[in-house]
């Protein structure tokens, strides 16, 4: 899993990074400041992973992870973000847009008037340019070749007529064939797209950007960057009493880490023996095999069946084999659909 930081110069990608991940990489008050790739993997808590370990008493305990990256843009007033400077988010599951939403007559805003409603426009736009140059470039060589009734060309005009119109296509847009016709070309505006807040101490208005988000189906996430970066630097047991001083409840990172999860709609299940104990994420609605996979690719392709229990049944009955004597592990085939929570042992022949 992972999810890349894109947003204007200065806006705080940096430090909503810090923020994130509890690092501190050099943040600029100036444009042309620093300019390096960030890049953390930070783990998921998971209070089920613990409470599996204390009962397997593995020699590893794995949480899911997510790479964070912190991409240095290159920006130009006219022509916004430069296609080039993004072709290291194409890989990323997600993008994180980061707003500017703090005053601050000292840091210069690239666009003049600090505007998070304007700036997210142009960040679409950028996202929407990029993709718009990849498509256009596929589409006369298909049509070069003859290929106009391929597949794929119908598919990229699809896409091509929704750039047009100025809106990002979505997560939703293509269905799940059609994304894999396609998937080579890793197009940003079909990502799942999480907008940042970046707020400082004083209140500014936030409505027209909220409208614009929840049109495209967004929810908006607010982040007080720089002191949330200055309290995720502090030992976790101070944590909680600055940020309670603020009224947030949680470190950014965990209510971050939710929002992912809802916005590419991940769910966890879980793998336990001896050797570890680990959780794994997948989309919802995936399938036994498709879990199996992400193992594995060989326990997906040699499956057989899952055996399947809840992660609180499993603690509660005290191991698998007890589990098994109570009848509470299920015998699945490969099309079962995986909840959130359950413990899975694969059986596979390769
Ligand atoms: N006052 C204030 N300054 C901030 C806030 N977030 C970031 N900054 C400052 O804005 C400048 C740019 O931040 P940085 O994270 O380097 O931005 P980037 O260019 O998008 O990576 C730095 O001087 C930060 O200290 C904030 O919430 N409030
Ligand atoms: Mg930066």
Known sequence: METGIIGLPLSGKTTIFNALTGLSAETSSYSGGK?????SEVTVPDERVDKLTELFKPKKKIYATLLVKDIPVAFDTQRGILPSSL????????????????EDRSIPHPLGEVNPARDFDKIIESLIFSD??????????LQREGKKNDREYHILEKIRNKLESGEVAGPDFLNDDELKVISGF????????????NLGEDKIELKELKDKTSELGLSLFPIRGEIEMEISQLPPEDQKDFLSDLGIEEPALKR???????????????????????????TRGSTAQKAAGRIHTDLEKGFIRAEVIRWDELLELGGIHEAKKAGKVSVEGKEYIVRDGDVIVVRFNI
């Open 186 to 197: 890793r197009f940003l505006t079909i990502k799942p797209l999480l907008v940042v807040a």
């Open 256 to 282: 971050f880490l939710r929002e992912v999860y809802k916005t590419l709609n991940l769910i966890s299940f879980f793998t336990v023996g001896e050797d570890e104990v680990r959780a794994w994420s997948i």
């Open 132 to 141: 718009y140059e990849v498509v256009e470039k596929r589409l006369s060589r």
């Open 87 to 102: 072709g290291e988010i194409r890989n990323s599951d997600t993008i994180t847009i980061v707003l500017r939403a703090f």
């Open 35 to 39: 300019k390096q790739l960030n890049i």
